[in-house]
């Protein structure tokens, strides 16, 4: 399997980030880590083992990108909306630096994303936020309350659009509705997970909004890396 190191110096976030990439061929996929995970944490967990088959015969790439939680939501020492302002630029960085080298280096004009837990989240927020360049999004048991979670009562208009539960309920922008009816969006959950409310409430979203999506309930926990290898296998191969 090909296996490929990057690190550039990123001007929105300020800092170096870095990545693994796999595959040689194939729909890239951009895969974000759990809480606070690097970017080696798909690798160390077994999870590009278990998208081994697919990446293999070329017809999957998986690009794992580094997370910067610890100093955007996890970041008690700063004040709320420095904390979105970093999520902010995480975005920029998604959008404006990753996004361009997917493109260069598999020469597809898309993408998907994916993650567990709270990468899940990152995942269907990125998606929902660029339906143009992520058409095909699969979060598994992931993480949606963020305001509640992370902010202690703060709210602006930044934390509104990076919370999907609140703003794709009243989001009436034709270019993004469009976008998103074009794409197919999976949420994946274990009935007993303790994120199960969230997950079922987002897919309920889409589906009031008319957005193409699969909710698949697992029987169980689900929130774990045994889990993770069978849902990631199931909705990639």
Not at 117 to 130: D, E, K, M, P, T
């Amino acid at each position: 399997m090909q296996r490929d190191y990057i690190k550039w110096h990123s001007p929105r976030l300020g800092r170096d980030m870095e990545m693994l990439c796999f595959g040689h061929r194939g729909f890239p996929v951009v895969v974000f880590p759990t809480s606070g995970g690097r970017f080696y944490e798909y690798e160390d967990r077994g999870m590009v083992g278990a998208l081994a088959p697919k990446i293999d015969r070329g017809e999957l790439q998986a690009i794992c990108v580094d997370s910067v939680d610890q100093e955007s939501w996890y970041n008690r020492w700063a004040s709320p909306p420095d904390r979105v302002r970093r999520q902010n630029a995480f975005d920029a960085y998604l959008a404006e630096e990753v996004s361009p080298f997917v493109r260069d280096r598999t020469s597809w004009p898309q993408m998907g994303a994916t993650g567990c837990s709270f990468g899940g989240y990152h995942a269907i927020n990125f998606a929902l936020r660029h339906p143009d360049l992520v058409t095909y999004a699969v979060s598994m048991s992931g993480a949606f309350n963020i305001p509640q979670r992370f902010l202690d009562g703060y709210h602006d208009q930044n934390v509104y659009f990076h919370a999907p539960l609140e703003y794709l309920p009243n989001l009436d922008d034709s270019w993004y509705l469009e976008r998103y009816r074009s794409n197919y969006y999976v949420i994946v959950v274990g009935n007993h997970d303790p994120l199960f409310d969230q997950n079922v409430k987002l897919a309920h979203v889409f589906g009031t909004r008319g957005i193409p999506h699969a909710l698949d309930v697992w029987e169980g926990f689900g929130h774990d890396w045994p889990w993770w290898h069978k849902m990631a296998a199931k909705f990639f191969l």
